[in-house]
């Protein structure tokens, strides 16, 4: 299973985006991931379990930072695979977290 976890740090002083970069980067690699771009992620995870557990955590760290951090998780999905224009060494990264 694997999802796509975007985020985005607004309306923060420069000061506490580290910190915050830091928790949010806690949660995301707990788990294998590739990291498409910016702020963007695709999460390999084993079950919905796991994906709430991301929702929850990040929920956390939203709850705690206020509006500055944002953030959009897709579903849980199984096989698939995803299209676009990367770099070519990320191409069999995201083949193996897509893969069954």
């Excluded at 830091?22 to 949660?27: D, N, P, W």
């Excluded at 796991?50 to 709850?63: C, F, H, K, P, Y």
Aim: hydrophobic share 40%; with cysteine.
């Amino acid at each position: 299973m694997h999802l796509f976890i975007s985020y985005t740090l607004e309306e923060l002083n420069e000061d506490e985006k580290p910190d915050l970069e830091k928790k949010v980067m806690s949660v995301i690699n707990t788990y294998e991931n590739v990291h498409v771009f910016e702020k963007n992620y695709i999460v390999k995870v084993k079950n919905q379990a796991e994906w709430n557990s991301i929702l929850t955590r990040l929920t956390g760290v939203a709850e705690m930072c206020g509006c500055g951090f944002k953030f959009i998780m897709g579903p849980a999905n199984i096989g698939g695979s995803y299209n676009g224009w990367l770099r070519s060494e990320q191409w069999p990264l995201l083949k193996a977290i897509t893969k069954k």
